[in-house]
Every structure is written in structure tokens, then in C-alpha cells.
């Protein structure tokens, strides 16, 4: 029997919120189909839809049963690469999402656990980004809009598999030409998200155990 490929699944978002580009959506297409420590990366695009974007990222696992995935979300007005900690089991949407759905104090999935942590060994991350100079840090809220939905969707699905598949979610800051119509809001150069990305798989697909440091925060 031939052995399966080994594939790291990367996900982005369509653009929202009256944006026409989402940086996330661009990182994961300009990764498909590339090499990273000896795996192959798939890269898709979630609907920015509450209804819609599990469903879709459940196909992608089944297709391509990932040994590791990473699903990406753009958050406009942050500073740097934020590495997600936890997904809690709330929507709150303060906007409607791309099919104008805005639901409000509801659950991601009935009777799951209040959250999830990533399984992602976040610090080995950081302190790659960190070492090229690539501004980063870890967050312990990613939101609670479509990116946390996925990112809480995907670790609940994963965690009912027999077989450990490490997974997380990383928020990237806006695009240059984005942040120019944001009086003031920080932006990155998309090559360097590509890079931090590309940076954060080859420290998770190599590191077996996370590195143990202070990296939190006071607020």
C-alpha cells in the first residue's frame, strides 16, 4: 500500500467587514502546495459565514487528513502575529457575517466544552518569529466571531480523533493598503505574514515539546 502524503492543512478567510482583500486567505494561497519539513501544505479559504465555514473545514479534514492544521483570520488594528491560546464555545457577533447572519450569545457547538486550547506548541512559535525579527505575540482571545468559531469548530472536531493531530489558529494584522483607510491602525507587508506563517509550521512540525517561558500578559 502506498503511503499517504503527510499534509498540513492552512486555512484563510474571505475578505469581510466591507474589506476586499483578507490577508489570511492570501498567506494560505501563497502557501498551497509547498514543502515545509518534509510535509506538503494545502491551502483553502473558509466562507467568512457562521453557517458555512464548519461544514467546510470538515471537508478539508476528511479529504486531506492533516497531520497538523493551522487556520488563519485576519484582525484588523492588532500589532504583529498573534498566536491564539484558546477558542471559548461563545458567538457574539458585533457585525453580520458575509451572509448577514449576526447571532448573539449563542454557543459554536451545544454541549461541547466552554473552550479549547490550541495544541499548537505556541512558544517554540514565538520565539522563531521573535528570532527574525518579526513582531509577535501570544493572545488569549481570539474574538468571538467567525475566526473563534472555526478555530473552536476545529479543535473540537480534532480532539474526538483517535489519532493526535495538532492544531491551532493564528491572527495576522492588516495589509498596508488595509491599514491606510484605518486612520492610524498597525499593518504588515504580506511577504513578512508569508514568512511568519512559513516560520510558525516549520517550529510546530519540528518541535516535540513546547519551550517553557513567561510569555503572558497583565491585561
Known sequence: MKKREA????TGFA???GETVNPSQLIAQALHDRQIAGHRVVGATLPTEFAAS???LKKLIARHEPVLALALGQAGGREG?????????LIDARIPDNAGAQPIDVPVIKNAPNAHFSTLPLKAMLTRLHAAGIPAALSHTAGTFVCNQVFFGLAQSLSRRRKRVRAGFVHVP???EQAARH???PAMALEQMIEAVRLCLE???ITRRDEHYAAGSEH
Open 54 to 56: 464548519l461544514p467546510a
Open 7 to 10: 499534509v498540513v492543512l492552512v
Open 81 to 89: 502575529i498573534s498566536l491564539e491560546r484558546v477558542a471559548i464555545n
Open 183 to 185: 486612520s492610524g491602525a
Open 203 to 205: 517550529a510546530a512540525l
Open 174 to 176: 492588516y495589509l498596508p
Open 15 to 17: 475578505p469581510f467587514g
